[in-house]
Structures are given as C-alpha cells and as structure tokens.
C-alpha cells in the first residue's frame, strides 16, 4: 500500500538517490533538496511502500503568490506505474489547497508522455510552452489545475 507523508531530514539520501535515478538532466542537487526540505515556501511529500521511500512530490510557491507551482515529482522506476506518481500529485495539491492556494502550475518536458498522462488524468490544463526551457533545449509544456478550498 502507497502511504504519503511530509518528508522529514532524515529523508534526504533517499530523495537524492530518487532525484538522481529519475532525471538525466536538470536535477535537484543534493544541496536544493536539503533547502527544500527546511524551506518556508516549499513542501516536500513522500511515498512510502512498505515504510521505504519510494518517490517525492515538492511543491513551492513566492511570498503573496496565489497559485503554488510543482517543481519535481519523480518516483523510483522499480515502484512505478502503482499509483505512487497519482498518490503524490493528489496530496501536492491538499498541501496547496490547505496553504490557500487557488491553483497549482507546472512545467513537464514536451515528450514526457507518461507525466502528462498523470497530469492530464488528474484535469491539468495545458496553458503553454516554454522553447529552450531545458539544459538540453528541450520545450516544457506549462499545465494548471484549479484546487478546491480545503
Ligand atoms: C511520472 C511519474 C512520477 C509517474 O509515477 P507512477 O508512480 O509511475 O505513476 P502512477 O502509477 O500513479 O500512474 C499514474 C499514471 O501515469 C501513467 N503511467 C503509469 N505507468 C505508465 C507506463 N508504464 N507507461 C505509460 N504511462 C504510465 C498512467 O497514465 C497512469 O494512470 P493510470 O494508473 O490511471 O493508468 C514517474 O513515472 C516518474 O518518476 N518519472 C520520472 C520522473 C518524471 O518524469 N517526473 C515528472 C517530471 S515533470
């Protein structure tokens, strides 16, 4: 069974071995997730099977912002496609939702087609495109979804 929980520091090898099995490009550093992990402006979640790490969601937002942004999502290859990746973006927006947040954004890669089914399932709107958006030029599409008022 997929649980969700706020991630805690001691949490943080786990997450870089996530990061760094997930993304051949533009990943968080070590140092990033450690910022993150004790950021005012972030939350980060974690899913567990089992009590082990599986995957992360970190969501953050700017200082009077009204919509908060998905800056990673990622879940361990060896754990995906059971419900892990939908168990995180579901809790991201609560944990939005439950800060005021009005809706929640985000930038996916252009050919990431299993991210976008995620996305698109769970009624994310494509709003747009960033070209050159990437460290190897590749073009994100920007999604939004409008959260219910915890
Ligand atoms: C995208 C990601 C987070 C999805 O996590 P996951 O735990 O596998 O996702 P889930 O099991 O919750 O599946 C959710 C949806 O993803 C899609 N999906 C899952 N496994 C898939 C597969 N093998 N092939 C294609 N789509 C798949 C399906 O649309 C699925 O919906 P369904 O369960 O109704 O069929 C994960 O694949 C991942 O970490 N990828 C690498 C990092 C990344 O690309 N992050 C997104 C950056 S914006």
């Not at 958006?133 to 030029?137: P, S």
């Given at each position: 069974m997929i649980v969700v929980r706020p991630a805690r520091r001691d949490d943080l090898a786990r997450l870089v071995e996530i990061e760094n099995a997930a993304f051949e490009g533009d990943r968080l550093s070590r140092a990033s997730l450690a910022r993150y992990l004790r950021s005012p402006a972030a939350a980060m979640l974690v899913a567990t099977a089992d009590a082990a790490v599986v995957g992360y969601a970190l969501i953050g937002w700017r200082r009077g912002a009204r919509t908060a942004s998905l800056y990673s999502i990622a879940v361990d290859a060896q754990a995906g496609g059971r419900g892990a990746g939908r168990a995180l973006l579901i809790a991201a927006e609560r944990a939005a939702a439950a800060r005021g947040f009005g809706a929640l954004t985000l930038e996916v890669r252009a050919d990431n087609a299993r991210a976008i089914a995620l996305y698109e399932k769970l009624g994310y709107a494509r709003f747009g495109a960033i070209p050159d958006?990437?460290?190897?030029?590749a073009t994100a599409c920007r999604f939004r979804k409008a959260l219910e008022p915890a």
């Open positions: 958006y990437y460290e190897d030029g």
